[in-house]
Every structure is written in structure tokens, then in C-alpha cells.
């Protein structure tokens, strides 16, 4: 049997790997948590790059592109998202899309993003998206996971090692909206742990 219950929480319960109940709830609030629009959640995508590139000391870089069909991806240069191997050899990533952060949710001394909106964490920008894809590349490997509506659709797969490490999400929102559909050019600073850059996607 799988130990991963006994892991340390820091963000994430490693015991618990989907949260439907937590995911249908951010769906059913859209009023919450879908109030910032696309903007809100590239910050909320953004701001984990930060939080690691400030737990190891350094500044990071985070690339976003936002695509024609209104898909985007934000791709870092961090150590990848944690990915543990169990004494039984399964791969287990810490289940940041599905589950909810411990640091944010029922908390009232949240911390607020650039926009001045609360952060929730990934899971409601894996909830509220159609379709996310979560890729990591550590220095022990690479995988990657598809969601629909913050629930995995495809298992973990492992990727090639291409000499990176880092993490690329890209994400569909279900329900776009025409405003607050950018970022400021206020919040490529925002971070002082990350340099943002914009990277314009093909027509």
C-alpha cells in the first residue's frame, strides 16, 4: 500500500488526488471565482511559478501565450511541479489541479493577487477551463495529464527528457469572457520573484 498519506502538507493533501465535491463547487460559483476572467487566471497559474522561484532563492521567467482560439499557456523555468516516486513505484504528482490549497480555501487572511482579487489556487483555473493540460519536467523525469472541468482525463503519462525543467500549463476557459482578458503590462512586474514575458502565438 501507498504511504503518500503519511507526506508533510505544505499546499496540497497528497492522501487525496481528485476533489470532486471541491471541484463542483468552484463550477457552481462562477460569481466567485470566475469574476477575474482570463486575467485573474493567468495570475493564478502565474503566481505559483512565483511562489517557487521564491522558495529557492532565485527569480524565475514565465512565458505567457494567449492563442487566437483563446487557449493559454504560461510555461516556467522552475524545478517542475513536485512529482514523487512511492516505495511500490507509482507516480504520484502533487494534485495541485483537483484538489484544493490548503493556504487559500477557508481562509480569510488569503492573500490577494495583482488584480486585488483573492487567490484560490489552480484548482479553480482546472475547474472553470474545459480542457487543462498539466505538463512537468523534473530532473528525475517528465510527465504530463490532461483535465476537463479540473478532472483528469487521461492518467499520468511520462514524457521524454529534454534537458529542461520547468512547468507548462495551457488551458481552455469554458465560458470566455470579453473583459479582463489580458494582462496588464502592471502585472508582468507584480512578482518580484518572476519575470514575465509575452510571447506572441501564430494567427
Known amino acids: 500500500m501507498d504511504n503518500n498519506a503519511a507526506w508533510v502538507v505544505t499546499t496540497h493533501d497528497w492522501a487525496i488526488s481528485v476533489d470532486e465535491d471541491h471541484l463542483e463547487h468552484i463550477r457552481q460559483n462562477p460569481a466567485i471565482y470566475a469574476q477575474g476572467g482570463l486575467r485573474h487566471m493567468m495570475l493564478e497559474v502565474l503566481a505559483y511559478a512565483a511562489d517557487e522561484a521564491t522558495a529557492a532563492g532565485r527569480v524565475g521567467t514565465a512565458t505567457v501565450t494567449v492563442r487566437p482560439d483563446g487557449s493559454v499557456s504560461i510555461r516556467d523555468d522552475g524545478r517542475g511541479t513536485d512529482t514523487r516516486r512511492t516505495p511500490q513505484g507509482h507516480i504520484i504528482r502533487k494534485p495541485v489541479m483537483a484538489t484544493r490549497d490548503v493556504r487559500f480555501f477557508d481562509n480569510p487572511d488569503r492573500s490577494v493577487l495583482p488584480d486585488g482579487l483573492p ?85
Open 119 to 203: 487567490r484560490w489556487g489552480m484548482s479553480v483555473v482546472a475547474a472553470l477551463s474545459s480542457t487543462l493540460i498539466h505538463q512537468n519536467r523534473r530532473a528525475s523525469g517528465g510527465w504530463i495529464q490532461t483535465y476537463h472541468h479540473g478532472m483528469p482525463a487521461t492518467e499520468l503519462i511520462e514524457i521524454a527528457d529534454d534537458g529542461t525543467t520547468g512547468t507548462t500549463v495551457t488551458f481552455t476557459l469554458e465560458t470566455p469572457t470579453d473583459t479582463h482578458r489580458s494582462l496588464r503590462p502592471s502585472d508582468r512586474s507584480a512578482f518580484s520573484s518572476l519575470r514575465v514575458s509575452l510571447d506572441d502565438a501564430p494567427s
